[in-house]
Nanobody
Framework: QVQLVESGGGLVQPGGSLRLSCAASGFTLDFYTVGWFRQAPGNEREGVSYISSSSGTTYSSGGSTDYGDCVKGRFTISRDNAKHTVYLKMNSLKAEDTGVYYC????????????????????WGQGTQVTVSS
């Protein structure tokens, strides 16, 4: 069964940090572009970051990356092919970072649009809740 599973969410105070993980079952995540998105109540799902494939190497942080303007300088995406996992390290968290965070995988790499377009991705995880509050 092809599945993505996010973990690492929780409650954190403003200024704190969390590290989210995205793992796959039924396929090897290493070969595909992965995006992180988030959705706050009443808002549309928005792109947080993405990392491209590192072509099955064992580079721990391989692939091109990009970030949404609201998280640049605070969040870092990486992948560990030895663990078949993509991470999102979130520092200096703010209340407005609160939401459900989803990872998604692009299996085909055929879409020529932007990395933050939802239509680019073929499979989504169930999400993990991140709440930033004092």
């Amino acid at each position: 069964q092809v599945q993505l599973v996010e973990s690492g969410g929780g409650l954190v105070q403003p200024g704190g940090s969390l590290r989210l993980s995205c793992a796959a079952s039924g396929f090897t995540l290493d070969f595909y572009t992965v995006g992180w998105f988030r959705q706050a109540p009443g808002n549309e799902r928005e792109g947080v970051s993405y990392i491209s494939s590192s072509s099955g190497t064992t580079y721990s942080s391989g692939g091109s990356t990009d970030y949404g303007d609201c998280v640049k300088g605070r969040f870092t995406i990486s992948r560990d092919n030895a663990k078949h996992t993509v991470y999102l390290k979130m520092n200096s968290l703010k209340a407005e970072d609160t939401g459900v965070y989803y990872c998604a995988v692009d299996f085909t790499s055929l879409y020529a649009g932007n990395w933050y377009d939802l239509i680019k991705y073929d499979r989504w995880g169930q999400g993990t809740q991140v709440t930033v509050s004092s």
